[in-house]
């Protein structure tokens, strides 16, 4: 017997009954008493209102008036949590063990009919990064960086951080205020504000060494630090419309910290706005390749004359 459908029979088992002990439920199933006591506390944990009574005969009861609700899915939801899954596999998400785990408590929580329609999906449907030879739900091969689920914890409780950083062989600290944790191009990204140079940075997390709440009694408040950051908002500059080829194209690739907002609900155009530092060669150089390569699907409607220049200059090694 699976463990999954083990833990809900067990459930269905104390459900019935207004008192129990561990001897009963190892004689019952068949199990030891170490795995008797974990699934007892995985129940607990699951929300089961248990309470344990103290001395030789102890056991278990279920509080007065409250019962285990029933947990029912229709085809359609039972379909799209499991799509959720299937297009989250290999993106390097935290919690990959618990998402395992939520997958065999679905599994062991559906009829017979609705596991043959997800066995069938998970045949036909391949997303991006899905392994055609071995399209398995619960295949753990998307473990995300060790530090990631650790960041979480943390910032949960405290988003005023210390973060150790690898640079050059070089382990560096930082005192941060989280802004956005965040995963573009397969990478996953810190965007902290800078308590000491007082300035938006962004850090790698495959970078990351270590990280802890940072506890210093003068340390900003949330409020002043969030007013310092509009002030340093830096104007718009720069301002693109897209179509639906252009916006093909910035999925593919988009340098710097590009975002788009769509203009319309079936989000086939969208438009861009962003600053650009007319002072940087290299950003200047790059984001003139990338304008090329979004096509002519694109309306510019704000530019830095620099830009311009460039662009004009690329454009003139074409069509002389």
């Not at 910035?250 to 650009?276: C, G, M, N, V, W």
Request: proline residues 4%; hydrophobic residues 40%; without cysteine.
């Amino acid at each position: 017997m699976k463990k999954v459908e083990r833990i809900n029979i067990i459930m269905r088992y104390i459900n019935n009954r207004s008192h129990f002990t561990i001897s009963e439920i190892m004689r019952e199933f068949n199990i030891s008493r170490s795995t008797a006591i974990r699934d007892i506390r995985e129940i607990e944990a699951m929300g089961m209102p248990l309470v344990a009574e103290v001395g030789r005969d102890g056991g278990y009861f279920v509080m007065h008036n409250s019962v285990l609700p029933e947990v029912r899915f229709t085809n359609d939801e039972v379909k799209a949590l499991f799509i959720a899954f299937m297009a989250t596999r290999n993106l390097q998400l935290p919690y990959l063990k618990s998402r395992q785990s939520l997958a065999e408590k679905l599994l062991g929580l559906i009829s017979e009919s609705q596991q043959d329609d997800l066995i069938l999906l998970n045949q036909i449907l391949l997303f991006e990064g899905t392994n055609p030879n071995n399209p398995d739900l619960l295949d753990l091969s998307d473990l995300p960086h060790p530090m990631l689920e650790k960041l979480i914890q943390i910032l949960l409780l405290d988003r005023y951080l210390e973060i150790f950083i690898e640079e050059e062989k070089v382990i560096t600290s930082y005192e941060i205020y989280l802004l956005h944790l965040y995963r573009e191009k397969s990478v996953w990204l810190i965007e902290g504000f800078d308590l000491k140079e007082e300035k938006k940075k962004i850090f790698p997390v495959d970078q990351l060494k270590n990280v802890k709440p940072y506890t210093s009694e003068e340390r900003v408040t949330e409020k002043k630090l969030l007013d310092k950051l509009r002030m340093q908002e830096e104007d718009i500059n720069f301002v693109l419309e897209l179509g639906p080829t252009a916006i093909a194209q910035f999925k593919k690739y988009h340098p710097l910290k590009f975002s788009i907002s769509y203009t319309d609900p079936y989000q086939t155009t969208a438009i861009l706005k962003a600053h650009i530092n007319v002072h940087h060669t290299d950003e200047l150089t790059e984001l003139t390749n990338w304008l090329l390569f979004l096509g002519e699907d694109t309306k510019v409607r704000e530019m830095p004359n620099e830009v311009l220049a460039l662009l004009q200059e690329r454009l003139s090694l074409f069509y002389p």
